[in-house]
């Protein structure tokens, strides 16, 4: 049987937000960053199975957090690696069977259902798609205190989520790991793939830092 899954990387320790408490489990609009994720998928695909991915050290106080919130969305958890890819690769585990899985930064709730419909519905046809934005800022290539422009009509910010045939994925995630797998399409792309751009949302920024919580903040209640 094919389903739609989704893997919701929350392993940030979120230092750069000055804070005490990991950056997915800050309040944003009165509940917890990771909770509006979750929501944003189960609201695009209501079917949709979630494993999250949490440090181990952070899921009792991930499970007290859905208590004090009367959380109770049905998802799963994965245990977090030394890196992104061994998270990923942690919460692939936890499936079986064939169909397409979303990977997601769980700092992102702000994504579009149209985004993550889109996603899906390319990888169907494509067995993978990656969510890009333009770049709307000049951009230059820099070597020492000196640098070049780049021709930013060619370039795009990449998000998430990005969607992929199971079966592949896996797969590509069987190679050992590299610094170069910066996301999941480069662990894909180099296991022989090509890579499918699908346009993503403008509002579906990554909070990492104060600032991005207060635009969040605003964009979640226009």
């Avoid at 640098?147 to 590509?172: C, E, N, Y």
Wanted: charged fraction near 20%.
């Amino acid at each position: 049987m094919r389903c739609n899954w989704v893997i919701i990387v929350a392993g940030g320790s979120g230092s750069r937000m000055q804070s005490g408490v990991f950056k997915q489990f800050l309040e944003l609009c009165g509940k917890p960053i990771l909770m509006h994720t979750i929501e944003a998928f189960v609201d695009a695909f209501a079917e949709i199975k979630v494993i999250v991915v949490l440090p181990a050290s952070q899921v009792a106080f991930w499970q007290e957090l859905c208590h004090r919130h009367s959380f109770t969305l049905p998802h799963r958890i994965a245990e977090g690696g030394n890196t992104r890819f061994q998270s990923v690769k942690n919460g692939l585990s936890l499936i079986s069977g064939d169909g397409l899985v979303a990977v997601h930064d769980g700092v992102r709730p702000l994504v579009s259902r149209q985004t993550i419909t889109a996603c899906f519905g390319d990888a169907a046809n494509y067995g993978c798609a990656v969510p890009v934005v333009p770049v709307v800022d000049s951009v230059r290539e820099v070597s020492g205190k000196s640098g070049s422009a780049l021709d930013r009509s060619v370039l795009r910010l990449v998000q998430t989520p990005q969607v992929f045939d199971i079966s592949l994925l896996k797969k590509a995630y069987g190679q050992e790991y590299s610094p170069a797998f910066t996301d999941d399409a480069s662990v894909f792309e180099q296991a022989g793939h090509i890579i499918r751009l699908t346009e993503g949302n403008a509002e579906n920024i990554k909070i990492t830092t104060p600032n991005d919580l207060v635009v969040a903040e605003a964009l979640m209640k226009r």
